[in-house]
């Protein structure tokens, strides 16, 4: 969804892209555009995607809720690895670093902070931990003569979204999508537009960046109850949450966690205590920093967003 977007971005302003996934993208028949397929964790392909290029847009990562732990890392960290020695020994000259903001998280509520350092040790979850482990090696390998910059964008939102827009729905279509808490607890979101513009704006301005991390989103806190009712409005699903007291629902999460772990289930757990914590304490962030540091401000409010999920459904 985000990489689609960057492409276009990037093709309309005359520059020539490479594109690595594991699937065809549909992007491969577009003039400008080379793709190769593959897996980052093989070196091999790596080094072909990014043999040639001036900068690198790094966006891949597992990001299941349940998994092995040697599957996340794999590909989160040790993928970030290929990917960063690959783009050095190609002579790339500026990197981006996809992160998240739940590398920072370690539960508590955040209120108007910045970018706080990664911390693998205060994390939640499998996802969480090794993209801090990831942005780690990222900042600490930025050099003046390939400058590596971590964007953290915030709830990524956008029509074809399956990460948080499709799991939301599915889960409220089923009765499976409780309130954590009270509800009211403040959330940033950002509409997909503005993060790929972001990166955008991150990749061009690299070079004074370099070592540094920031968080991106619209800068527009919702309550999360209003953020999951105007996702299920503009799809037209009817949603009629109960709620279920935050710390019942963050041990009760980590206790599923471990069983779908140890009886190595597939299917999406009906509860993680990382994304009840998410949806139960207040993260928003203070975009002051970030829109001064890339020059960059969101042209999509969340409610054109709202508009625009709709009459994708629509």
């Not at 732990?69 to 794999?74: I, S, T």
């Not at 979101?189 to 619209?218: F, H, M, Y």
């Not at 207040?282 to 999509?300: I, K, N, S």
Request: aromatic share 4%.
């Amino acid at each position: 969804m985000i990489g689609k977007l960057i492409v276009e971005r990037l093709l309309a302003r005359g520059d020539e892209v490479t594109t690595l996934q594991r699937s065809p993208s549909g992007l491969a028949n577009r003039e400008g555009v080379i793709e190769v397929l593959g897996s980052i964790t093989n070196i091999t392909t790596v080094e072909e995607a990014v043999a040639g290029q001036d900068g690198v847009i790094h966006l891949a990562a597992k990001v299941d809720i349940v998994g092995a732990l040697d599957e996340f890392v794999a590909i989160n960290v040790e993928g970030t690895t290929n990917l960063i020695s690959a783009a050095r020994a190609s002579g790339v000259s500026r990197f981006v670093h996809t992160s998240t903001p739940s590398v920072a998280h370690g539960g508590a509520s955040i209120v108007g902070s910045g970018a706080d350092p990664a911390d693998p040790d205060s994390t939640s979850g499998h996802y969480a931990t090794t993209k801090a482990m990831a942005e780690k090696v990222a900042l600490a390998a930025s050099t003046p003569e390939m400058p590596i910059v971590a964007i953290r964008p915030h709830l990524v939102i956008g029509p074809g979204d399956t990460q948080l827009v499709e799991r939301i729905l599915d889960r409220a279509r089923s009765g499976r999508l409780p309130i954590v808490g009270s509800g009211l607890a403040l959330i940033d979101a950002t509409w997909v537009d503005n993060a790929a513009d972001a990166l955008i704006a991150a990749l061009d301005r690299a070079p004074e960046l370099g070592g540094r991390a920031l968080v991106v989103s619209n800068g527009e806190p919702r309550t999360v109850h209003e953020l999951i009712a105007r996702i299920t409005e503009a799809a037209g699903v009817e949603w009629n949450p109960r709620k279920v007291p935050t710390k019942f629902a963050i041990a009760g999460g980590r206790l599923v966690e471990k069983i779908w772990e140890i009886t190595n289930r597939e299917d999406e757990p009906p509860m993680t205590g990382f994304a009840a914590e998410q949806f139960s304490t207040a993260h928003w962030f203070d975009q002051r920093e970030t829109r001064e540091a890339l020059d960059w401000t969101p042209t999509v409010s969340l409610e054109e967003g709202w508009q625009r999920l709709a009459e994708h459904y629509q």
